[in-house]
């Protein structure tokens, strides 16, 4: 499982891989998940930009998994367990 962690900018998103599912987290500066989701292969840097926002030192860490369901199953843990700011209702 490939992992990357760039700045939450446009410029910096589309550096992104996106040759594999994925599950994406939106991240404060201080490291706290304000956002958890995941994208198929081929729309990684598409579904992080439509989050795209004005917020200073965020980052965006993605973690690459074999399938989507694998990344699916990541995602749920992930929300459960942190359970970020923007993710309603374990979405």
């Known amino acids: 499982m490939a ?27 201080g490291g706290k998940d304000n956002y958890v989701g995941i994208a198929k292969r081929g729309r990684v840097t598409e579904r992080i930009a439509e989050h795209l926002g004005d917020v200073p ?3 965006v860490k993605i973690e690459q998994h074999s399938s989507i369901q694998d990344a699916q199953a990541s995602e749920a843990r992930i929300i459960k367990q942190q359970q970020p700011k923007y993710n309603k209702d374990g979405k």
Not at 6 to 11: E, L, N, Q, R, S
């Open 3 to 29: 992992r990357k962690t760039t700045k939450y900018d446009k410029a910096s998103i589309q550096k992104l891989p996106d040759d594999k599912p994925a599950v994406y987290r939106i991240q404060t500066e």
């Open 57 to 59: 030192g965020a980052t």
